[in-house]
Antibody
Framework: QVQLQESGPGLVKPSETLSLTCAVS?????????WGWIRQPPGKGLEWIGS???????YYNPSLKSRVTISVDTSKNQFSLKLSSVTAADTAVYYC??????????WGQGTLVTVSS | EIVLTQSPATLSLSPGERATLSCRAS??????LAWYQQKPGQAPRLLIY???NRATGIPARFSGSGSGTDFTLTISSLEPEDFAVYYC???????????FGQGTKVEIK
């Protein structure tokens, strides 16, 4: 069973870079699946941020592409999100998730990131 | 960019009733459509993938149908634990990109 756990600062200052890590257990990242980040502003819907395939290819939401970097550390079996130049609009619960292209079957519990000075 | 529009925004039903949720795509997504359930404070759960296939462990009362631009999630008989928000999600063929609908809340009447 794939298990995912997000970690990172819960508070980020405006204009700085948001950095989160998703630790994976029960499955080797390099074996398969897409590994993605999805966020949800308080009281709102879901927004796909981007994903990385087990081969290392990355795919980003066009609306965030200029600010997003997703990378994998196979030695630690984890993947990471960096979102630069954050504003209050980036305040959200950030989820890491994994699955096949047809859907994300495995999700972390989510972590709230607040952008505020 | 493909836009997914879900309707209704809120569905008020009683336990035991049938729920029918709609998801319409701004252009054809073939059968690349998934449905998720989300309860307060929880991560979404994959219910249906490729329009009509139930994910592992999903009860048979959940079913999906449709192709192209019009899709439906049906809950045949609502259980108390089914009251939640439901999202549809499409995947573009290439490059892979995923888009969510705005959600339908199924609430107790």
């Amino acid at each position: 069973q794939v298990q995912l756990q997000e970690s990172g600062p819960g508070l980020v200052k405006p204009s700085e870079t948001l950095s989160l890590t998703c630790a994976v257990s029960g499955y080797s990242i390099s074996s398969g699946y897409y590994w993605g980040w999805i966020r949800q502003p308080p009281g709102k819907g879901l927004e796909w941020i981007g994903s990385i395939y087990h081969s290392g290819s990355t795919y980003y939401n066009p609306s965030l592409k200029s600010r997003v970097t997703i990378s994998v550390d196979t030695s630690k079996n984890q993947f990471s999100l960096k979102l630069s130049s954050v504003t209050a609009a980036d305040t959200a619960v950030y989820y890491c998730a994994s699955g096949y292209s047809y859907g994300y079957a495995y999700w972390g519990q989510g972590t709230l990131v607040t952008v505020s000075s | 960019e493909i836009v997914l529009t879900q309707s209704p925004a809120t569905l008020s039903l009683s336990p035991g009733e049938r729920a029918t949720l709609s998801c319409r795509a701004s252009q054809s997504v073939s059968s690349y459509l998934a449905w998720y359930q989300q309860k307060p404070g929880q991560a979404p759960r994959l219910l249906i993938y490729d329009a009509s296939n139930r994910a592992t462990g999903i009860p048979a009362r959940f079913s999906g149908s449709g192709s192209g631009t019009d899709f439906t999630l049906t809950i045949s008989s609502l259980e108390p634990e089914d009251f939640a928000v439901y999202y549809c999600q499409q995947r573009s063929n290439w490059p892979p990109r995923w888009t969510f609908g705005q959600g339908t809340k199924v609430e107790i009447k």
